[in-house]
């Protein structure tokens, strides 16, 4: 049978993905928990890729992302490389890093998942230009925004646990930055992840949750729900709140698969407060198995243990 997914919440351990400081408050990052949690890659050991280009505050911050993914189908081993470019007006950030996984099979229907991701965060502001940018106005971005070129190390680890159809996960990123231009250099970033899959028949519900929090933005929390039919078209709604989980804004979640190894998904989201237009931001991308595209034998845990779902 097939799936549920019920994401709502996750603690247990520690990782990151690669997004900017600003990152989790705008972007979907349902839309691929291994940027966020490098553990959760080691559900499939295909060679996959995700393609990202979103526009977020209503067109002054954009960023371009991608991960490439593959793992070792007799050794429970999975490496990957990532990348994720951001402009905000004069600043220009570059994450590029490398991750690996494990994962460990507990009994015919549970496994444990560890990651681990290390890389740079690049920095490089351009003062040549005009001045009123995004980051002067403290209602676009309450975070620190680097006015001056330089290179943070980033590193991370990540857990997630799967027992038939629930899967938990919990990550924890470091960016080890400047201490000359920042006053507290060691940024933490915290992701909280929790889903349960159970299929109806050709009808997939998939209740989730996601928390997210930061040193110096504070959390957010991701309530929402999304519908599939037959692993071939997905919509639904999240809602995202403050520490209170007071509105601050709704976004809608699509995904269509376009062929046999590639699925399309885009999502708009849209704020709910006094803020609501700076809240204005859209995704789209791409993600692909060359697994299936080869037409090569394919192993995703997900597919293994869907029959214990009920």
């Given at each position: 049978?097939?799936?549920?997914?019920?994401?709502?919440?996750?603690?247990?351990?520690?990782?990151?993905?690669?997004?900017?400081?600003?990152?989790?408050?705008?972007?979907?990052?349902?839309?691929?928990?291994?940027?966020?949690?490098?553990?959760?890659?080691?559900?499939?050991?295909?060679?996959?890729?995700?393609?990202?280009?979103?526009?977020?505050?209503?067109?002054?911050?954009?960023?371009?992302?991608?991960d490439i993914h593959g793992g070792l189908p007799y050794q429970h081993l999975g490496f990957g490389v990532q990348g994720d470019f951001n402009d905000y007006g004069l600043r220009k950030q570059s994450i590029i890093g490398?991750?690996?996984?494990?994962?460990?099979?507990?009994?015919?229907?549970?496994?444990?998942?560890?990651?681990?991701?290390?890389?740079?965060?690049?920095?490089?502001?351009?003062?040549?230009?005009?001045?009123?940018?995004?980051?002067?106005?403290?209602?676009?971005?309450?975070?620190?925004?680097?006015?001056?070129?330089?290179?943070?190390?980033?590193?991370?680890?990540?857990?997630?646990?799967?027992?038939?159809?629930?899967?938990?996960?919990?990550?924890?990123?470091?960016?080890?930055?400047?201490?000359?231009?920042?006053?507290?250099?060691?940024?933490?970033?915290?992701?909280?992840?929790?889903?349960?899959?159970?299929?109806?028949?050709?009808?997939?519900?998939?209740?989730?949750?996601?928390?997210?929090?930061?040193?110096?933005?504070?959390?957010?929390?991701?309530?929402?729900?999304?519908?599939?039919?037959?692993?071939?078209?997905?919509?639904?709604?999240?809602?995202?709140?403050?520490?209170?989980?007071?509105?601050?804004?709704?976004?809608?979640?699509?995904?269509?698969?376009?062929?046999?190894?590639?699925?399309?998904?885009?999502?708009?989201?849209?704020?709910?407060?006094?803020?609501?237009?700076?809240?204005?931001?859209?995704?789209?991308?791409?993600?692909?198995?060359?697994?299936?595209?080869?037409?090569?034998?394919?192993?995703?845990?997900?597919?293994?243990?869907?029959?214990?779902?009920?």
């Amino acid at each position: 049978m097939k799936k549920i997914n019920l994401i709502i919440l996750l603690m247990m351990s520690c990782t990151i993905g690669l997004f900017a400081q600003s990152d989790f408050q705008y972007a979907q990052v349902v839309n691929n928990l291994g940027w966020v949690n490098p553990s959760y890659y080691g559900i499939s050991r295909d060679i996959t890729g995700t393609f990202v280009y979103a526009n977020r505050l209503s067109g002054q911050m954009n960023s371009k992302a991608f991960d490439i993914h593959g793992g070792l189908p007799y050794q429970h081993l999975g490496f990957g490389v990532q990348g994720d470019f951001n402009d905000y007006g004069l600043r220009k950030q570059s994450i590029i890093g490398v991750d690996a996984n494990v994962d460990l099979k507990l009994s015919c229907n549970s496994y444990l998942l560890f990651g681990m991701f290390a890389g740079y965060d690049l920095w490089r502001y351009d003062q040549s230009g005009v001045i009123n940018d995004v980051g002067t106005d403290p209602n676009l971005y309450t975070g620190n925004l680097q006015e001056n070129n330089t290179n943070n190390f980033i590193t991370s680890f990540g857990l997630t646990y799967m027992y038939k159809g629930f899967r938990l996960g919990s990550s924890f990123r470091w960016n080890l930055r400047n201490k000359e231009y920042v006053d507290n250099k060691n940024l933490l970033t915290y992701y909280g992840h929790i889903e349960y899959d159970i299929m109806i028949n050709k009808l997939m519900i998939r209740p989730l949750g996601l928390l997210m929090w930061n040193q110096e933005l504070g959390a957010n929390a991701d309530l929402g729900i999304m519908f599939a039919y037959n692993k071939v078209f997905t919509i639904g709604a999240l809602y995202r709140g403050t520490n209170t989980l007071k509105p601050k804004s709704l976004a809608v979640l699509a995904d269509l698969t376009i062929a046999k190894s590639a699925t399309l998904f885009l999502d708009y989201e849209f704020g709910l407060s006094s803020l609501s237009s700076i809240r204005n931001s859209w995704e789209i991308g791409l993600r692909f198995n060359l697994n299936k595209a080869l037409n090569k034998k394919s192993f995703d845990k997900r597919e293994t243990i869907r029959n214990f779902s009920y």
